[in-house]
């Protein structure tokens, strides 16, 4: 598991191997997380992202969607799900 505390440490780390799952805050010190979905998409990058924010509405839960997270989760997460929609995020990426 690796970690990256900024968007652009995020994108070169993706862009640089290969992460099929990752766990994605919307809220980063230099850019939004939904810049980083869009980029995901645009350079197709093969990974699934399970977004989660402590600040969420449904307008920027189907932004996040539309712009391809797998699933958006909110702030504070409970555990078991957590663990089920990561697992289902990692199936969906293995098929």
Do not use: C
Request: charged share 20%.
């Amino acid at each position: 598991m690796d970690l990256a505390a900024t968007g652009s440490e995020t994108l070169e780390m993706l862009r640089a191997g290969y992460y099929p799952l990752m766990l994605l805050d919307l809220h980063l010190p230099d850019m939004n997380g939904l810049e980083i979905l869009r980029t995901v998409q645009t350079e197709k990058i093969p990974t699934a992202v399970v977004v989660i924010t402590s600040q969420g509405s449904l307008n920027i839960a189907i932004e996040a969607m539309k712009a391809g997270a797998y699933d958006f989760i909110l702030k504070p997460v409970a555990h078991e799900g957590l663990i089920t929609t990561l697992q289902n995020a990692s199936e969906k990426v293995s098929l």
